[in-house]
């Protein structure tokens, strides 16, 4: 396929697990803040972190508080990461492949756009955000089982998958990272409902919660952890992610699996490997926030990696 | 809603007649139409327009970035095109493009037609598509306007008229498939009982005229659609065709001219393309061949044309045959490549590089039409009827400083069609825009875009000053489907 079109299509699915992640971080924070008595700002100053972005926050914003954050993580236009910014994105690009993407595909994606466009006109959020983040959650869902069901599982459909896992592992590496320092027990909440309630939400925000509590009976700083981290079959976990990225990334090269023939397919294998052997008391040990750091940096690695490999349309070319 | 006291009134309409009765291939639309509960189309109309926006049929609004943008106004009652109109209309574009493909070919060879004196040399080699550099130049099969878009007005007197012939990248026929579609849905019974001749089948069509110029046959031939990106207007039409089609839409970046071959680049290297379906000018397809100063296009591409290993559809120069002024030229084409009379009249057209032309189009700014040769799109044109006295003073000036550029015509009093006005029907008038394609045959579609002046009076069509279009209905006379015209003769 064209170089160009599974560029497009990395990135639109991206950009659309991008939206649906953000949607899901400032849903379960506003259901948090009816259970918990803590400082607006402390509450929601960590969102801004989780997207990466305080610094362009600062610039243009007061205070981190629950009307500020959450209109720069939902309809500013200036913030690169927003929803509103992520669906125009993912959404430019699902229009430049639309001739390969199924038409129920492109028209799910324009419908959740024209959805976010028209609440964005008539302040439907400000009223109730929590209505509009589960309405806009599940048009995501439904992108994304549109594209299950009527889209080839072929090599476009792949790249897809591949960029959507990417993202959502750095996503859930993110929620981890600020939220797990945040949540350690802390000698005035230690067994009062409150510390069962964060480390909830923080499972929440993963759409986690459920199963884990299927894995493990008790929530304990070091299970929650785990389960994020090294989960092989739930579908948000890095090493899930991870893995199901690498056997995309197999099929679109037809290397087989232990092998590799290219920079992303090297970079990506001993990600996986990696996850393969971890245990969380080493990674613990070692400096939980050092190593998810350390992860993202390496799935940046990964994604330039692929971009070389598949997408660079710059190569030099033979003189006609 | 009803038909009664819809005014026909000086016009010729397409659904009713002079006195006020349906015409023959209407009647079981309008029965329908005035059988339905009161509100009902109109909630029909607002259904059909909900999913063109969800389906992304628009163009976004020029000087907005982010947001806003329109659909094409869509209007739900289809025009009918009865069965001796249609067989008029098939056969006459049939004869007019075949002989304005040998009109092309002979331009760019032998010349005959010019040294016989039957259309002056300067006025092709003047033409603003012409090009110098496809002299000689001999594509697949002779064919060189594999896809043209003709427009076709009628005249209150009932007379159907060739307007403009398109032979470049006439844009447009997606709206056909997609108002199809729509109204399929909307009117499902009226449409089976009516017998409408189908037009799905376009995009196999397309390809497989396009696989018949291919340089490599049958299956292996790799075909794509060439777009300037996904901000031209038309972009839309681009990727459905190319969806449709189930090829590759490329843009010029996508493509290199490698080892002697066009190539596009993929995830696995560069592959081989056989067929471009280009939809830019001839001016951008190629840097080295045609404007330097472009940084579009794929530079070495007709070098790789001139040796017979890429097709382009359509042809570079074709253009020199949608010059307004050959138009004019047309009817003595037919006479002289086919020895026939033309099936279809042309508007009569005044001339104004000729002095008797250009005199009597000055004296009578005030009643004509007045066209630059070059232009389309319903730009650089003066309706003399509805222009101010200072927009005539400066029509006449470029006329006198450049009259090889303009021509002129009477005022087309174009037929209309009804379309819904709040709570009743009024007609808006329109045009006809049938696709034909040449491939191992010359296939016209049956029906085709009709373009709909919403304004009242207006007698503009075109999308970028207020018009809409309408899904148009080819009416087979026996009452069923049988394909009878859509392959009779081919």
Redesign the interface.
Same mark, same amino acid.
């Given at each position: 396929?064209? /170089?160009? &079109?599974?560029d497009s299509i990395y990135w639109m699915c991206r950009y659309i697990e991008r939206a649906e992640n953000i949607a899901r971080f400032i849903d379960v924070n506003l259901h948090l803040l009816l259970d918990v008595p803590i400082a607006e700002a402390h509450q929601w100053a960590p969102l801004v972190s989780v997207t990466g972005d305080d610094a362009d926050f600062k610039a243009r914003y007061d205070a981190p508080t629950q009307v500020n954050v959450v209109k720069f993580l939902t309809f500013d236009?200036q913030n690169p990461n927003s929803i509103y910014s992520s669906l *125009?994105s993912a959404r430019?690009n699902a229009? /430049?492949v639309?001739?390969?993407i199924s =038409?129920e595909m *492109?028209?799910q994606i324009?419908?959740s756009y024209?959805m976010l466009?028209d609440a964005d006109a008539t302040d439907r959020v400000a009223q109730d955000p929590a209505g509009f983040l589960s309405h806009f959650k599940k048009s995501c869902h439904l992108f994304a089982g549109t594209m299950e069901a009527t889209m080839t599982h072929g090599?476009a459909w792949h790249?897809g998958r591949m960029g959507k896992l990417i993202e959502r592992a750095e996503k859930t590496s993110r929620i981890l990272d600020v939220k797990y320092f945040m949540l350690l027990p802390r000698v005035d909440y230690v067994g009062s409902p409150y510390d069962g309630l964060q480390w909830t939400a923080l499972l929440r925000s993963a759409s986690a919660f459920e199963m884990y509590r299927k894995k493990h009976r008790t929530i304990t700083p070091e299970d929650v952890a785990a389960f994020l981290i090294l989960d092989c079959d739930f579908p948000r976990s890095m090493h899930y992610c991870v893995i199901k990225a690498n056997e995309s990334l197999h099929e679109?090269t037809g290397t087989p699996m232990g092998e590799f023939t290219n920079r992303a397919e090297q970079r990506l294998g001993r990600l996986v490997g990696e996850l393969d052997y971890s245990e969380i008391s080493e990674i613990i040990a070692g400096g939980l926030h050092q190593y998810l750091d350390s992860f993202q940096a390496r799935l940046n690695d990964i994604g330039a990696a692929i971009h070389e490999s598949?997408?660079g349309?710059g =190569?030099p &070319?033979?003189a006609? | 809603m009803k038909f009664n006291g819809y005014d026909t009134k000086g016009y010729y309409d397409e659904l009713i007649d002079g006195s006020g009765r349906p015409r023959p291939g209407a009647m079981l639309l309008i029965d329908r139409i005035e059988g339905l509960p009161p509100g009902d189309l109109a909630r029909r109309q607002q259904a059909a327009e909900a999913a063109l926006m969800n389906m992304g049929i628009t163009f976004a609004v020029y000087g907005d970035e982010r947001g806003a943008e329109k659909i094409w106004p869509f209007d739900l009652i289809p025009r009918i095109v009865e069965p001796e109109d249609w067989r008029r209309i098939h056969a006459g574009l049939r004869q007019r493009i075949r002989a304005l493909n040998l009109f092309i070919d002979d331009v760019y060879h032998d010349q005959k037609i010019v040294n016989d004196g039957v259309v002056p040399r300067d006025l092709v080699e003047s033409a603003g598509a012409f090009r110098r550099q496809c002299m000689g130049l001999s594509p697949p099969g002779g064919i060189w306007c594999h896809v043209t878009g003709t427009d076709l007005v009628r005249d209150d007197d009932g007379t159907i008229y060739v307007l403009e012939d398109n032979m470049r990248c006439p844009s447009g026929v997606s709206y056909v498939l997609e108002n199809r579609q729509l109204l399929k849905r909307t009117f499902p019974r009226v449409f089976e009982a009516s017998g409408v001749l189908p037009v799905v089948d376009y995009p196999d069509r397309l390809l497989a005229t396009l696989h018949h110029v291919s340089p490599v046959r049958g299956e292996a031939a790799t075909a794509v659609v060439l777009t300037p990106g996904s901000f031209n207007s038309a972009y839309y039409e681009h990727s459905y065709l190319a969806q449709q089609m189930g090829i590759e839409l490329v843009e010029a970046r996508d493509l290199v001219v490698s080892d002697g071959y066009v190539k596009m680049r993929t995830t696995k290297g560069l592959a081989r393309v056989d067929v471009i379906y280009r939809r830019i000018d001839d001016d951008f397809l190629d840097p080295l061949a045609f404007r330097a100063d472009s940084m579009l296009g794929v530079p070495g591409l007709f070098e790789v044309y001139r040796a017979g290993r890429v097709a382009l559809a359509n042809a570079p120069g074709t253009g020199v045959a949608d010059d307004k002024v050959i138009y004019a030229y047309v009817p003595k084409m037919i006479r002289y490549y086919l020895g026939e009379d033309a099936i279809l009249p042309n508007v009569p057209t005044y001339l104004c590089w000729q002095e008797a032309d250009r005199q009597h189009v000055l004296d009578r700014l005030d009643k004509l039409v007045v066209k630059a040769a070059n232009e389309s799109g319903g730009y650089g044109m003066l309706v003399g009827p509805h222009a101010t006295q200072a927009e005539r003073e400066t029509f006449a000036a470029k006329i006198i400083a450049s009259p090889r550029n303009y021509i002129a015509q009477p005022v087309v009093n174009l037929s209309r069609v009804p379309i819904m006005a709040g709570d009743h029907f009024e007609g808006r008038h329109v045009d006809l825009r049938p696709y034909i394609l040449f491939g191992e045959d010359i296939f016209v579609m049956p029906g085709g875009l009709t373009r709909v002046a919403l304004r009242k009076g207006s007698l503009v069509v075109n999308s970028s000053q207020g018009g809409g279009s309408k899904d148009t209905w080819v009416v087979d006379a026996a009452g069923a489907s049988s394909p009878s015209w859509s392959v009779q003769g081919m």
């Open positions: 396929m064209l /170089s160009r &079109v599974a236009r *125009w430019e229009r /430049s639309r001739e390969v =038409s *492109w028209e324009n419908r024209l466009r090599e790249f679109i598949f997408f349309f =190569s &070319v033979p006609p | -």
